[in-house]
């Protein structure tokens, strides 16, 4: 079974960049597709990128198209996610999770599916503020 280990998260003044981790171990066999997550405090969890396994194909929901930009390199088992013109509301728990390419993909645009995943990892947080 394949393990996610975010990193990455800090404290960031609005207008700063961070970059964020998603390393994979165990059975990087399962390690596919990546979606990157994030959790606000009292608000649902809310899809914000993905990449393939293949092509390495992008999708960026529309709160942080432009800004944010996910790469992965595959010799390292590891997705990047680099976070540039933070905004306050960008605070949240972020979270990697894979699986198969087109269940990850569902469960970044529409939420749906994200038990069926293969496997998560346990967050990293980022605070935008000054």
């Known amino acids: 079974q394949v393990q996610l280990v975010e990193s990455g998260g800090g404290l960031v003044q609005p207008g700063g960049s961070l970059r964020l981790s998603c390393a994979a171990s165990?059975?990087?066999?399962?390690?596919?597709?990546i979606g990157w997550f994030r959790q606000a405090p009292g608000k649902e969890r809310e899809g914000v990128s993905f990449i393939s396994s293949s092509d390495g194909s992008p999708y960026y929901s529309n709160s942080v198209k432009g800004r944010f930009t996910i790469s992965r390199d595959n010799a390292k088992n590891t997705v990047y996610l680099q976070m540039n013109s933070l905004k306050p509301e960008d605070t949240a728990v972020y979270y990697c999770?894979?699986?198969?390419?087109?269940?990850?993909?569902?469960?970044?645009?529409?939420?749906?599916?994200?038990?069926?995943?293969?496997?998560w990892g346990q967050g990293t947080l980022v605070t935008v503020s000054s």
């Open positions: 165990g059975s990087t066999s399962d390690y596919n597709a």
């Open positions: 999770a894979t699986g198969p390419p087109p269940l990850v993909l569902l469960t970044v645009v529409a939420g749906t599916g994200a038990n069926a995943l293969d496997a």
